[in-house]
């Protein structure tokens, strides 16, 4: 089931409905959930469209159930050693954070963090 944004009452046509997966640890930050799918405004706080900068403050604020949100993201941007893939491909290809979501997007959240 999608969720809709806490709070938020506008019409469907202004939601963007995505899947949103976490790997290699990272699940433990949400709830032990590997994916989830979420509606998510199509606009940010200031009216832009929503891309994956937004997405990681809305993950933050909305999904995430650990209060270690420093493990997902440092200085407000996902945190080094995370590999991020949207529809499979590596963020870097898309333009990082600006990359605009789009409906039925896959977003994974990869950490390649491991303890020893």
Not at 17 to 25: A, N, Y
Request: aromatic share 8%; proline share 3%; glycine share 8%.
């Amino acid at each position: 089931m999608f969720e809709p944004a806490t709070g938020d009452v506008a019409c469907k046509d202004s939601q963007i409905q995505l899947t949103v997966e976490f790997t290699g640890g990272l699940e433990v930050l949400f709830a032990d959930q590997r994916r989830v799918h979420i509606s998510v405004p199509s606009k940010d706080e200031e009216g832009n469209v929503a891309n994956i900068a937004f997405l990681v403050r809305y993950l933050c604020q909305n999904v995430m159930k650990d209060r270690r949100k420093d493990l997902f993201v440092l200085d407000d941007t996902v945190r080094p050693g995370i590999l991020v893939l949207i529809n499979d491909a590596d963020w870097e290809l898309e333009g990082e954070e600006r990359y605009e979501l789009q409906e039925g997007d896959n977003v994974l959240f990869v950490s390649t963090l491991h303890g020893g």
